[in-house]
């Protein structure tokens, strides 16, 4: 089975393609913008233009834009190819690639909208202690981390701290996706916001 994998909810747009557990080729690039421009000439230079059995994509939170542009390539992909489309979210994501490199309770602290961070803590098992939330600096000092920070916010977020913490500075890499386990999948393909969105519809005008 060749298994595609999608990931723009960050600065960084990756793609990687794997076939029965081994990656065939990977291409990470740190964008900042621009993802839409350059994710479909990056799958197509992979291997067979990236065609796949099964395309992973992420959810999010991260870039409302990245995300969307993400999901969008994996649906017409899924489509034309007749593949199957799962999501998994972003956080998760980062808190495998971290707990390469450390072990014990990890938190995962990314970039996020209007001055906050979008943070999840996870147990030394890998479970998730909550969802993602989005929360400032300040509300990020009260409720407290882990002694593992990971993600591109890793060290402003243990600056916070006087007990010195483990900073691992990481984005999320395509190239990892064949780590998360079928649990961490979903065909619903919505996006994670891990926040309310910036603007909220008007009510409707009453009928005279």
Not at 119 to 146: C, I, M, N, W, Y
């Amino acid at each position: 089975m060749r298994i595609l994998a999608i990931e723009t909810a960050a600065e960084a747009c990756s793609v990687a393609l794997f076939e029965d557990g081994a990656m065939l080729e990977h291409d990470h690039r740190v964008l900042g913008r621009g993802h839409a421009e350059q994710l479909i000439p990056m799958i197509a230079q992979l291997p067979n233009k990236g065609r796949a059995d099964r395309i992973l994509v992420s959810l999010g939170p991260g870039s409302f834009t990245g995300v969307r542009v993400g999901l969008a390539a994996a649906r017409a992909l899924g489509i034309a190819w007749g593949a199957k489309v799962l999501g998994y979210p972003t956080l998760r994501l980062i808190q495998i690639m971290a707990a390469r490199q450390a072990s014990g309770f990890i938190t995962v602290c990314m970039n996020g909208g209007h001055g906050e961070w979008f943070v999840q803590s996870f147990a030394d098992t890998g479970e998730a202690q909550g969802k993602p939330r989005s929360l400032t600096p300040a509300e990020v000092r009260l409720a407290g981390v882990h002694s593992v920070i990971a993600g591109n916010r890793a060290c402003e977020c243990g600056a916070l701290f006087e007990e010195q913490r483990n900073e691992i500075d990481m984005l999320p890499d395509a190239r990892f996706a064949h780590l998360l386990a079928d649990t961490h999948l979903t065909n619903a393909l919505r996006p994670i916001y891990g926040r309310a969105p910036d603007a909220t519809p008007q009510n409707p005008v009453p009928a005279s």
